[in-house]
């Protein structure tokens, strides 16, 4: 009964979580968002950011995963969704890869785990 549970949290977590950024695909794209001029846009942006966040901590607790990165106490969502606005400024060459990834890898540089 508890794997079936797990799945089921799984399953909800990636498919309804995320659901308001489907269109997010690359790391172009979601820089796209995060520098735009439309406040809309970069709502959008952000809001995939924390579902990224989300969806990551649900599934290291189902899982046990480790974690990919600690945000200090303190620590807004501007300053989170900025950290990964700067990661694709200075990583251009990378932005063709997953925004998802992306996302991950920017938190684990700015606010890499603790040890």
Known sequence: MKGAIATVTI???????TGSAWGVTSGNELYEL???ESLYSQYTGGSYILGVMDTTDSINKVWHLPLLWTIPSGFT???????????????PEERNDTAYGLVSKA???TFPPKK
């Open 107 to 109: 938190l684990g540089n």
């Open 77 to 91: 969502k501007g300053q989170i969704y900025e950290a990964v606005k700067q990661y694709l400024e200075k990583h």
């Open 34 to 36: 995060l520098t735009s």
């Open 11 to 17: 399953f909800m977590v990636l498919f309804v979580g």
